[in-house]
T-cell receptor, first 108, second 112 residues
Framework: QQPVQSPQAVILREGEDAVINCSSS?????VHWYRQKHGEAPVFLMI?????EQKGHDKISASFNEKKQQSSLYLTASQLSYSGTYFC?????????FGKGTRLHILP | DAGVIQSPRHEVTEMGQEVTLRCKPI?????LFWYRQTMMRGLELLIY????????DSGMPEDRFSAKMPNASFSTLKIQPSEPRDSAVYFC??????????FGSGTRLTVV
């Protein structure tokens, strides 16, 4: 039931792009994306609802393919502040089940 | 808006003791969730409430864990008796329906 995220970890240089994938074995109502910095709480980035829409948030955007039960998070021209662990959360029956996270480290 | 407020921030207790974690959700948010985070298991949903009513407690590990939400502005998660394997960061989160979750700062629990 827990969504699967890939890759588990990414190391980038500032300015490079990254893609984080999230897939589920269950039919999804929506997908959430969060970022957590070390020692802090997860912070909501965006929610994608059924309909395959793509959303953007500064240079961070995401897509949701409900037929494939997959979502991807795109980070463009990464900044040092993007470092952290990214979690996707799949909404099933009004509750969110989170993946194990993707650790992203940005080097200057 | 002060956000979701959790207390205490850190708790160190001895095995067998009772532990109570507290959470004040954002006013107007009708759903409240308790999660536990460990390196091994990630973010696990323990229980969630909607309009103060427990909806799904299937994630509560065992009978030693209990949660209440006596009113819209307060919830507790109690562990009695506590065990070393309960050591984790416990997060409370709230949301109005259909929106993203706002997490509290968490309570880091250490059971020795």
């Amino acid at each position: 039931q827990q969504p699967v995220q890939s890759p588990q970890a990414v190391i980038l240089r500032e300015g490079e792009d990254a893609v984080i994938n999230c897939s589920s074995s269950k039919a999804l109502y929506s997908v959430h994306w969060y970022r957590q910095k070390h020692g802090e709480a997860p912070v909501f980035l965006m929610i994608l609802l059924k309909g395959g829409e793509q959303k953007g948030h500064d240079k961070i955007s995401a897509s949701f393919n409900e037929k494939k039960q997959q979502s991807s998070l795109y980070l463009t021209a990464s900044q040092l502040s993007y470092s952290g662990t990214y979690f996707c959360g799949t909404e099933i029956w009004d509750k969110i089940i989170f993946g194990k996270g993707t650790r992203l480290h940005i080097l200057p | 808006d002060a956000g979701v407020i959790q207390s205490p921030r850190h708790e160190v207790t001895e095995m067998g003791q009772e532990v109570t974690l507290r959470c004040k959700p954002i006013s107007g948010h009708n759903s409240l969730f308790w999660y536990r985070q460990t390196m091994m298991r990630g973010l696990e949903l323990l229980i969630y409430f909607n309009n103060n009513v427990p909806i799904d407690d299937s994630g509560m590990p065992e009978d030693r864990f209990s949660a209440k939400m006596p009113n819209a502005s307060f919830s507790t998660l109690k562990i009695q008796p506590s065990e070393p394997r309960d050591s984790a960061v416990y997060f409370c989160a709230s949301t109005p329906e259909g929106y993203g979750y706002t997490f509290g700062s968490g309570t880091r629990l250490t059971v020795v």
